[in-house]
């Protein structure tokens, strides 16, 4: 990343190398980071990135909004609906990718 930037992970833990991010972030390269998710979860009490100054930490649920439960059950029934109609199904894990 370009020297200065801030890096936000809202999307899985394993797309960002902790270690270069701390290093990153102590040189200075990296101005802050915005983190929602871990390499490990939860992050392990004893990662220096609790402790840094430039780092603000989430509980998982960064992509919460106010709306959220609202679009839950919408794609619920939009689901329910394409099921009973034998149509494919939106939103559909792939257990191989991991999302």
């Known amino acids: 990343m370009k020297k200065g930037a801030i890096l936000i992970n809202v999307a899985r ?3 960002v190398d902790e270690r270069a991010l701390v290093e990153a972030l102590k040189s200075g390269h990296l101005a802050g ?3 929602d998710v871990f390499e490990e979860e939860p992050l392990p ?3 220096p990135l609790w402790h840094m100054p430039n780092v603000v930490i989430t509980p998982h649920v960064g ?3 106010e709306r959220t439960e609202q679009r ?3 794609r619920f029934l939009e689901n329910l609906q394409r099921f009973l109609a034998g149509e494919p199904l939106v939103g559909v894990v ?3 990718a991991g999302y």
């Open 13 to 15: 833990g394993a797309v």
């Open 33 to 35: 980071a915005g983190l």
């Open 45 to 47: 009490p004893d990662s």
């Open 63 to 65: 992509g919460l909004g």
């Open 72 to 74: 839950v059950f919408e």
């Open 94 to 96: 792939d257990k191989e």
